[in-house]
């Protein structure tokens, strides 16, 4: 089955800046957008990746300006606003010390914001003088709060999931990579089947993958080329041979 958005076909993934890319894809025709968007922090991805040789993870992951943080989310989240359906729904992952602006540019964009919900990880780095982080922060926002897609799987629902980081089997990694069942999970509860899920920041391909593996349709940008080769192989893999759901 082939379809597009726009200029865009669907299944697919594209290099390019989301601000400049977004105002492509057609108004109200996303239903689902997971995204894990840059931080505005000085991240070192070759450096401290805890455990993992710096030699095999792949670099020039691409950071915003602290200083333009705002800006750049209140843009990408306006679009975000206007190409969801009006059932749609966001969830848009956040460390802590951005958390606000986040907060900010999903109200400005005009979404509702349903849950906070805490991604509980385990982190194995030495502290001496503060707690572990060992958490992440996902908005879960939609545009019309009286209508959205919400498959109620679990009984009580709560707010607190905790979901081990995966081990990278492969010989090159990536800083960022969300696990597939967190995305799994996410997708099964905001989405149904045929449903077009986008992520604008798509990294490693997670969204995208996790969208493959449940039978969604998916499209994503990504500004740097190492990442999206990276994102394509992923899902080269699935079309070959089908992971386990
Ligand atoms: C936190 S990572 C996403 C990780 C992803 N969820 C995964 O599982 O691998 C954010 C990604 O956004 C990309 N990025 C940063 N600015 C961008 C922009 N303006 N347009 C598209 N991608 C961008 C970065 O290069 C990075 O790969």
Not at 42 to 64: S, T
Not at 137 to 159: C, G
């Amino acid at each position: 089955m082939t379809g597009r958005r726009g200029p865009f076909s669907l299944d697919e993934v594209y290099l390019g800046d989301s601000l400049e890319l977004m105002p492509g894809v057609p108004s109200e025709s996303v239903d689902l957008i997971v995204t894990d968007p840059p931080f505005a922090i000085d991240f070192r991805a070759r450096k401290g990746n805890y455990n993992r040789a710096g030699d095999r993870v792949l670099n020039g992951y691409c950071e915003i300006d602290r200083d333009d943080y705002l800006a750049f989310t209140t843009q990408w989240m306006a679009e975000a606003f206007r190409i969801l359906t009006t059932s749609g729904s966001v969830y848009v992952f956040s460390g802590w010390s951005n958390l606000k602006d986040i907060l900010i540019g999903l109200d400005a964009a005009g979404f509702t914001t349903v849950n906070h919900l805490i991604w509980k990880y385990q982190f194995g780095v030495f502290t001496k003088k503060k707690y572990v982080t060992s958490h992440y922060h996902i908005l879960f926002a939609v545009r019309n709060p009286k209508r959205y897609t919400f498959n109620k799987i679990d009984h009580y629902p709560e707010d607190v999931w905790e979901i081990n980081r995966e081990y990278w089997k492969g010989k090159v990694k990536t800083p960022t990579k969300l696990p597939l069942q967190l995305v799994q999970k996410i997708l099964r509860y905001s989405s149904n089947e045929g449903d077009l899920v986008f992520d604008p920041f798509l990294g490693s391909g997670t969204v995208a993958v996790a969208s493959a593996t449940l039978n969604r349709r998916y499209l994503g940008f990504e500004i740097v080329e190492d990442y999206l080769r990276f994102a394509r192989a992923r899902l080269a893999r699935i079309t070959d041979s089908p992971p386990p759901v």
